[in-house]
Every structure is written in C-alpha cells, then in structure tokens.
C-alpha cells in the first residue's frame, strides 16, 4: 500500500504488506493531505461510529497529537467520494468511538472537527460501505471546541388542565403568550393571566375536516384582532376562524387532497393580507391566497412540484425585502428547496446554484443570524443520521458551508424539530434539536447541552423576558439570568395585523442582531410571534428599526432594556421621511415629571406629542424651556415626537 502527501510529491512506501490494514498496523501521520489509492484492508472498523451498514474492509491511520487541540478529517479533496471514517482511542479489539462522519462534506464526501488530548492515539479507519476506490484526504489542526456558556437551567411547571403544548401564540391580544392545544372538536387554550398562571378554557368547535395531526400555524387572517388557526393533516387543510371576540371558532376546510406537513401563515403576494402555505408530502405545494376579508382560493404549484416536502420556513434570505421559501426535504424527493421570491408572485428555485440542493435527509430546518452580521443563516439539522449542516450567508445571496468545526460536525443527535432562539439572553441565537441546547457564540460555533428539554413551541410564559418551552403536561420555565432583553410586538396597519414577514433589527453596544416575524417554524409547532432579544449586559437599545412588508420602516431610538415595546406600523416614521435620527436628547429617562428635551439651536417653536404604545396620541404641547410635563402620564414606554423648523425628531422615553 503506498500513501502519496499531495503537492510534495513524496511516496511514502509501507515496508509491511498488510500495513495500514488493520488496526494493529495503522499508519502514523501528521497533519497534512494524503492520497489512498483504494480500499483493501480486510479489517472491518468496529465498533461503527456513524450510521449503520455492512463496511468488509478499512484503511487505518493514527494520530497521536503532541498538546490538546482539535482536528479537521476531511475527505473534500479532490473529486466527490462516497466515503465514510470513524475515530476511535483505546486498544485494538476494545476500541471507544470518538468521532466519524458519513456525507457532511460537499456531495458526499465526509468531514468532521473534533477535540483531541495531548499524548493519546486516535485511530482512524476509513471503511468501503459506500466506495473503495481511491480518494485524498486531510488532516489539520484548529482550534479546540468551545464548551457551552451560560447554560440554561429548567423549571418544570405543570398546567394544569393542559392538553398539550405544540401551539404558544397571543390569542386575545393582551400581548401575553397563550397555550393552545387543538382536535378535531375542541380547542383548549390556556390564557397567560397578567399577574402569572393560567386561564382554561375549553372551546367547542364543529367537526373539523382535518384535525392539526401533523402541525399547527396561527395568525390573524381576517384582521379582526383575534388569532385563527391552521390544522396541518394528512387528508387536508382546515382553518380555525376566531369571531369578533376571540370566543368562537367557525371551520373552514378545503375539499383538495393536500398530505399536510409544515404549515405557514404568511402574505405571499404582499398586497397586506394574510395568505397560508402547507407542505405537500405527496405532490406539489399549496398555497392559500387571501382576498382581503379572509376568504381564501387554493392554489397548487409553483412553490415546488415533486413530493417528499416536509418543513417549510418563510425568511427574506437575500435582503431584498420579501419573504423566501426553504423547504427541508425527506422521503421519496429529498432535494432541497429555496424558493427566492421574485416580488412578481413567482418563485424561483435557488437551491442547485446555491449549493442547497442535495440529499441530505431533513424534517425541518433553524434559520437565523447566528453571526450577527445583518443576514439570515441556516442550519438544517437532520432526522436521520449525524449530518447537520450549517450555512453561513456571505450577504451576497450565495452561502458557505460552516459546519466543519462549528460543533455541528460531531453532533451525533437527530429529531425532526429544529428550532433557533437565544435562551440566555447573551445576544448570540442558540439551536434547539436533536435532544440537546446548541449554545451559539455569534461566530458560528456552537456547543452542546444535553439536559436541556426536548423541542417544542417556545414562547415567555411568564413574561418575566426569558424564552421558555412547552411541553404536553405544562411548561419547562427558563429559570433565567442576569442578562438583558427587549420584546418587539409588530402591529400592522398596511401590512397584515401581525407583522408576519417583518424584518426587526436592533443595535447596542453588543452589535445589531435582526429576527423575522415568522408563523412557523421547526416541522410541527407554533411559536411565539412576540420578537425575542437577548442584549447582554447592555442596558440600552440605540436603535430599534422595523422593516414592514409594506416596505414602511419605523425606527424608534434609546429603548430600554428588560420592556415589552409595541410598535404600530407608520406610528415612527420612515426613513423617507426627514425624521433625525440624532440631534435629539430626552433625559431623565425613565422620567417622573418633567421630560427635559434637548435639540440643536434655532429660534422657531418645537411642538411636541407623545404616543402611547398603541399608536394613540396622549400628550400634544409647545415645548417651553426645553421642558415637557409628563406627570399625567400612566408607567409605560411612549414615543416622544418633536417638529422644528420643518424637521422631525424622534426618540422613546419610559414614564416611571
């Protein structure tokens, strides 16, 4: 058997004749790139450390690094093999498993990064269950596997009442999250009661076509201020509307066959109204368009043709202002789709030229800006074997693969729910999936808690700013931090009632992080549509900016942290308009009394209003002495408005 280091032109000729082909006789390397000419060892690795199937032979290798570090085994080299390898220490015939990968790297090629201790020998064994052909290899040496910071701890809280906890959403708009559970008769919610705990209540419905068997999705389709449901089945769609006061749902089903699997709320064709999406396990998708008073028209196609569409998630990938579509596929078609709006209510297939388009076997996918760097990067974890793969957005619409030494890599856990939220507060957005906590550290590394509860819909339910998860008995409480937070509640006006689809971004001194108002996400559950933000230690929000479907953007600026703020669409004003985004000082803030309010010099009269957080005008006056009374006002966050000489300012200030 001869090794080749690739560029160096150095043969290496093994003396012995079964060298390298067996654990015994591994061959020693160091880092560098290495050429196999095949697969002919006759000793099988044992035990498999990555999937399972009959491997006949191997090529073993080992390593033994000088101090504790990490490694990158990557066979992404030179073509595309099939090739599968494990990582093991202890002695031959009693071998531990460390790492292994099967097709994390490009095509389906393998690759992994894992931590290594100074002094121990790691074996490799490179089998043929899928290819023993020649191939290249590398070997290289990275920086060692961050350990989880700021875990979360958990406190079970059972419901009681509770019928099951797939469905966390607002449903009678005091801006608390709700848990709802729903059949085919009955809707249970559990009202989140101001002062903490839970109100049931039972609400009987007529028959529904089709029961939520395989996932549920909320919002205000017909703009009444209630939310409606969507019950994803295996025969079809069935819509839950709620009537003018949130105590009554009336059944709307469609007679068409759809295999439901993820269902969204959404406005597809940005005209302000509410549309619906359903994954089509069997055939093309679906679509739901709304026609402004809650009727809605099916329609099949264009959004994915073929079958085998299980988790669907709508996000504005490219940064052009709509909503995307990526479908996580599995089954019979398991090619991945993104679906780029066009803006024109036509959709075009990025994934082939995207590098999207393969195999990989998924349910769902978590899509977020892990990076904090201003675009939306993904993570399709997977539901049937250890390759999760993490996708860095380059800003440019295109993505590069992260996976290898993300932590990812030698993540071996596999669930069909995947999810992305920052649970600790820390600013960085964490992954939920796979039976573990993945803690992100804004730079696409990410490390694993195993303790942490199974995936479900996540939501405050407390309301005390920290994410929890429901669960089918109750809840598991985030028993929280000392960091700090801030809630964004979207109110459309021109856009749909929710803000779904909005892009909110917030700045601090810990950077800008951004999150899209989305219906859901993961395969089967309903999330909050409240928007989440972990600062840190920072005790300020320079800036909050909200992108509307609309395309209106409202910017409001010095929010503080640890409050719930509400914005209604168009009540800041846009960018197009000549609002000042500085030049403006309110202190004290949080003020008792007197607001002092400080703006450049001119000599011209500055009026002044004041908003509450529902967009309703509360104080409106002629600032005197650069001085506004605020006494009259109630505790609460307020929008402070200020015209001089044609000019607008703008800020926000807390009444204490």
Not at 143 to 154: D, F, L, N, Y
Not at 278 to 289: E, G, K, P, Q
Not at 481 to 502: C, F, R, Y
Not at 562 to 589: D, K
Request: glycine share 12%.
């Amino acid at each position: 058997m001869r090794i080749e280091l690739l560029g160096i032109a150095l043969f290496a000729f093994v003396t012995t004749t079964n060298a390298q082909n067996s654990c015994s006789t591994a061959q020693s390397i160091m880092p560098g790139i290495y050429f196999v000419p095949g697969i002919d060892g006759p000793e099988a690795p044992s035990p498999l450390c990555v999937n399972t199937g009959v491997a006949t032979g191997a090529e073993w290798y080992s390593f033994t690094p000088a101090q504790d570090t990490a490694i990158l085994l990557t066979t992404d080299i030179e073509g595309l093999p099939d090739t599968r390898f494990h990582v093991f220490t202890g002695a031959c015939g009693s071998l531990t498993c460390v790492a292994g990968d099967d097709d994390s790297g490009p095509g389906l090629t393998s690759r992994a990064s894992f931590n290594v201790t100074g002094g121990v020998t790691y074996r490799i064994a490179f089998d043929d269950r899928w290819y023993a052909g020649s191939f290249g290899f590398q070997l290289q040496l990275i920086a060692p596997v961050v350990p989880a910071e700021g875990i979360v701890t958990w406190t079970s809280s059972a419901i009681p009442n509770l019928l099951g906890g797939d469905c966390v959403v607002d449903m009678n708009g005091d801006d608390l999250d709700d848990m709802v559970r729903a059949s085919s008769t009955n809707i249970n919610i559990q009202y989140q009661q101001p002062g903490g705990g839970f109100l049931s209540v039972n609400i009987p419905t007529t028959p529904a076509d089709h029961s939520p068997s395989w996932s549920i999705v909320a919002g205000d389709i017909d703009g009444n201020g209630f939310t409606d449901l969507m019950y994803g089945g295996q025969q079809g769609a069935t819509f839950m509307m709620a009537n003018e006061t949130g105590t009554a749902f009336t059944e709307v089903s469609f007679s068409q066959y759809i295999f439901c699997q993820r269902t969204n709320m959404v406005d597809l064709n940005a005209d302000g109204h509410l549309d619906a999406f359903s994954c089509h396990d069997t055939n093309a998708n679906v679509r739901f368009l709304n026609d402004g008073t809650g009727n809605l028209t099916f329609m099949q196609g264009g959004l994915g043709e073929t079958c085998g569409n299980y988790g669907s998630i709508w996000t504005d990938y490219d940064n052009d202002g709509d909503v995307d579509c990526f479908v996580a596929k599995c089954g019979c078609d398991p090619t991945d789709l993104l679906m780029r709006n066009n803006g024109d209510g036509t959709f075009t297939n990025m994934a082939p030229a995207l590098g999207l388009a393969d195999s990989h076997q998924s349910w769902s996918s978590a899509w977020g800006d892990f990076d904090n760097d201003g675009d939306m990067d993904m993570l399709i974890g997977s539901s049937s074997s250890n390759y999760h793969k993490l996708m860095s957005n380059n800003g440019d619409g295109t993505f590069s693969n992260e996976t290898a030494g993300s932590g990812f890599d030698n993540f071996s856990g596999q669930s069909i729910e995947w999810t992305t939220h920052d649970f600790n507060n820390d600013g960085y957005l964490d992954v939920l999936g796979g039976g573990a906590l993945m803690y992100g550290n804004g730079h696409m590394q990410f490390a694993p808690d195993v303790t942490a509860p199974s995936t479900n819909a996540v939501g405050d339910l407390n309301n005390d700013g920290f994410l929890d998860i429901a669960n089918w008995g109750g809840a598991f409480l985030n028993d929280g931090n000392d960091n700090n937070w801030l809630k964004v509640l979207t109110k459309g006006t021109v856009s749909n009632k929710d803000g779904i689809g909005a892009r909110v971004r917030i700045t601090s001194a810990l950077g800008s992080q951004i999150r899209d108002v989305k219906s859901g996400d993961a395969f089967s559950t309903m999330s909050s549509l409240n928007t989440h933000f972990g600062v840190g230690q920072n005790t300020v929000v320079d800036e909050l900016e909200i992108r509307w479907p609309s395309g209106i953007v409202d910017i409001l600026e010095n929010v503080p942290v640890n409050t719930v703020v509400e914005v209604v669409e168009g009540l800041s004003t846009s960018i197009a308009t000549n609002v000042q985004r500085n030049g403006m000082r309110v202190y004290p803030n949080p003020v008792a009394d007197q607001l002092r309010v400080e703006l450049p010099a001119t000599s011209g009269k500055r009026f002044a209003a004041v908003y509450d957080i529902t967009g309703k005008q509360v104080i409106v006056d002629v600032l005197f002495d650069n001085q506004l009374d605020v006494s009259i006002l109630t505790n609460g966050t307020y929008v402070l408005k200020v015209k001089q000489d044609g000019r607008a300012f703008q800020s926000v200030f807390t009444k204490e």
